[in-house]
């Protein structure tokens, strides 16, 4: 198939195929016209490196996955340089984890004392009295 074909195939342009094939990962054959030449399993590698970039892949990463493919193997994840890029992405998602996890306790906490500052407020607002409110709290003003 050509260029064209291929792309529309692989839901991509036919600039990312040049790119891929510029970077290495994607083969160029040609035929006697000089036209790009592709087969099903180009497809096949298209169809892993952005299945990859759509799990957080960079473009770098799927370079193993894509080499076991044209090693012959079924799946690119087979091979063992596959699993260390498996292994090192579940290393920086778990610290990515982490981080988020960090950030929302403490803007689950602020939150919270947030909340609690503006119902002492409302309620100083409701003691006959208390301080004159600086703003409007829920609708309630004096």
């Known amino acids: 198939m050509r260029i064209g074909e291929l792309a529309a195939r692989a839901g991509t342009t036919t600039r990312t195929l040049r ?3 510029a970077r290495g990962l994607l083969p160029a054959r040609r035929d006697d016209k000089g036209h790009r030449t592709y087969d099903e399993g180009d497809l096949r590698l298209l169809q892993q490196i952005r299945t990859l970039q759509d799990f957080g892949f960079d473009l770098e990463e799927t ?3 894509v080499e076991c ?3 012959g193997h079924p799946e690119g994840d087979s091979c063992p340089a596959s699993l260390v890029v ?3 992405k579940l290393d920086e998602l778990d610290a990515l984890i982490g981080q988020l996890t960090a950030v929302r306790e403490t803007v689950a906490g602020q939150l919270e004392r ?3 500052a503006r119902d002492e ?5 409701l003691v006959p009295g208390g301080p004159e409110p600086a703003c409007e709290l829920g609708g ?3």
Request: charged residues 35%; hydrophobic residues 40%.
């Open 114 to 116: 947030a909340e609690q």
């Open 121 to 125: 407020l409302a309620a100083e607002a």
């Open 69 to 71: 493919l044209r090693a």
């Open 86 to 88: 498996y292994r090192r």
């Open 19 to 21: 790119y891929y094939e």
């Open 140 to 142: 309630l003003t004096r």
């Open 63 to 65: 370079r193993p996955f």
